[in-house]
């Protein structure tokens, strides 16, 4: 009898609590937090602080938007892609091109198919074809490269079809220059050694390989890339994007000024099946904030909300589209991007 009225007991205690132990009002619902992901990167890089950022300032306001986002170190973009795609993320971070990629079925999704059901939200930090020479080469601009020896990137690599891409922009032929084809991790040293006249990287600023390649003893500058002879390029490719390397980064490179250049976009994806409160009130949270956003890392310091409406070429997503719009910032996006 003891026991049965011990169970009663506590029984009812369990109950009492269920009902009073919370601070919900009577009367009113508690709205359900939802759970969100971002995929982002290796752990040192840009990707990995650039997704912590975004939760950081989403999570900050878990009690207005009831979302609560977490970060998940991953192998990168094509990874991000597939994973937003198949629904084990919300979000990723990927880069622009392979964002183009995907959406109209090409390079690794040739045999899937293009994948309609990707969505834009927005560009973020650039990455610029940065483009390095010693100054004792005596090389100032693209077209001096002829007849320099210059590092390509390794086969296979991202930075290989980038420099491809700027050579055939200029009518240079590959074999117009003694062409190279290393890891960018290997030419610094190739250029501080004299071995190299200049390299290709594309890459986030502020970079530590950069850092290496202009504070040895060899003097090195960073070239500008620009020209008219780039508009073919930008008109065909929208993943590319004009980008600006700022000198204070590199204080020990032999530049004055800031150098112009292109390159492609970091890119935060979704997918068409997120929903839009979810989308817009992320949306809102960075671009409400930028300033706040520009303070978390300092790939971030040279964005301005236009910016980081270029480079995109999957649709936006509606609930993105609905914040830039409220903001009046819909008119810089490309009109192949709105599709209600």
């Given at each position: 009898?003891?026991?049965?009225?011990?169970i009663l007991t506590l029984f009812g205690m369990g109950l009492l609590f269920s009902l009073g132990g919370c601070d919900q009002k009577p009367g009113k619902e508690k709205t359900a937090t939802r759970f969100v992901s971002i995929g982002t990167g290796g752990v040192t890089g840009?990707?990995?602080?650039?997704?912590?950022?975004i939760s950081q300032m989403i999570n900050q306001k878990s009690e207005l938007y009831h979302i609560k986002a977490t970060v998940e170190s991953t192998g990168g973009s094509v990874y991000n892609i597939n994973a937003v795609l198949s629904g084990d993320l919300h979000f990723g971070i990927a880069q622009?091109?392979?964002?183009?990629?995907?959406y109209h079925?090409?390079?690794?999704?040739?045999?899937?198919?293009?994948?309609?059901?990707?969505?834009?939200?927005?560009?973020?930090?650039?990455?610029s074809i940065t483009l390095l020479a010693s100054s004792e080469s005596e090389i100032e601009t693209v077209r001096d490269l002829i007849g320099k020896r210059v590092n390509l990137g390794n086969p296979g690599s991202g930075q290989l079809g980038n420099s491809r891409d700027v050579l055939q922009a200029f009518a240079i032929k590959e074999e117009d220059i003694k062409a190279e084809f290393v890891k960018a991790v290997e030419a610094p040293g190739l250029l501080q050694d004299e071995r190299l006249d200049a390299f290709f990287y594309t890459v986030g600023h502020p970079n530590g390989n950069i850092k290496e390649a202009t504070s040895g003893r060899i003097?090195?500058?960073?070239?500008?890339?620009?020209?008219?002879?780039?508009i073919p390029l930008l008109e065909k490719y929208p993943y590319y994007a004009p980008s600006i390397i700022p000198t204070k980064l590199y204080p020990s490179a032999d530049n004055k000024k800031d150098i112009p250049t292109l390159g492609v976009k970091a890119t935060l994806i979704t997918s068409k099946s997120v929903d839009e409160d979810t989308v817009y009130a992320l949306t809102k949270e960075v671009f409400d904030h930028l300033d706040e956003f520009k303070t978390l890392h300092p790939a971030y310091q040279i964005l301005s909300k236009e910016d980081m409406l270029k480079g995109l070429s999957a649709p936006i997503?509606?609930?993105a589209l609905k914040y830039f719009r409220e903001a009046g910032l819909d008119g810089f996006l490309r009109p192949g991007l709105i599709k209600d």
């Open positions: 009898m003891k026991i049965k009225l011990l840009v990707y990995y602080p650039t997704g912590g950022a622009s091109d392979r964002q183009y990629q995907a079925g090409m390079a690794e999704w040739k045999e899937k198919g293009a994948q309609r059901d990707l969505r834009s939200v927005f560009s973020i930090h650039p990455e003097h090195v500058k960073i070239i500008p890339i620009q020209g008219e002879e780039l997503h509606k609930g």
